[in-house]
């Protein structure tokens, strides 16, 4: 069975500090991987998809990054937090383009 | 893509059988009817989807209208842990597999 792995599970950070937060696929090869964001009382957007290692494009301009270094593995980045950073980020699979969407329990950032 | 209309809320007493309408008046043929349920802090779980056919699995039944301008989750036997936000989302075939979600029905259900 495939399994999700988003890491921190939470996390503080001051305003203008790096982010790093990262997300496993286990037990599916070549994913096609994504990163959505919710903001505190808001609705979850998707930031970022990936369909292959290497290949990132970005959905919504948030000041934030993304890359996949492996096939497993989806990383979401910034060099300078800012405050409207705070939120819910979601990493999530698809087997194809056009299949369902599986979510991972998510990362609760606070900058403060 | 498509907008949808749903409900703000919903109640239900535990064991009632729930019909969660969703309304899509401007559907075009190749949007699928995606239904996403979301529980406070946790992320959304996948519970079914269709084009055209009414579609049903473990968790629900998902009836569309003929005309596809409409559709209804149908939840059977509500449970407390069937408490959550219930998301009708339309995806078009292709592209980044992007869902945009709205705001969902909140379905509450009674002991």
Known sequence: AQTIHQWPVAEIKAVGSPLSLGCTIKGKSSPNLYWYWQATGGTLQQLFYSITVGQVESVVQLNLSASRPKDDQFILSTEKLLLSHSGFYLCAWSQGLNTEVFFGKGTRLTVV | ?111
């Open chain 2, 1 to 111: 893509d498509a907008k949808t209309t749903q409900p703000d809320s919903m109640e239900s007493t535990e064991g009632e059988t729930v019909h969660l309408p969703c309304s899509h008046a401007t559907i075009s043929g190749n949007e699928y009817i995606y239904w996403y349920r979301q529980v406070p802090l946790q992320g959304p779980e996948y519970v079914t989807h269709g084009l055209q056919q009414n579609t049903t699995n473990s968790m629900a039944f998902l009836a569309i209208a003929s005309d596809r301008k409409s559709s209804t989750l149908i939840l059977p036997h509500v449970s407390l842990r069937d408490a959550a936000v219930y998301h009708c989302i339309l995806r078009v075939d292709g592209g980044n597999n992007k869902l945009t979600f709205g705001q969902g029905t909140v379905l509450s259900v009674i002991p």
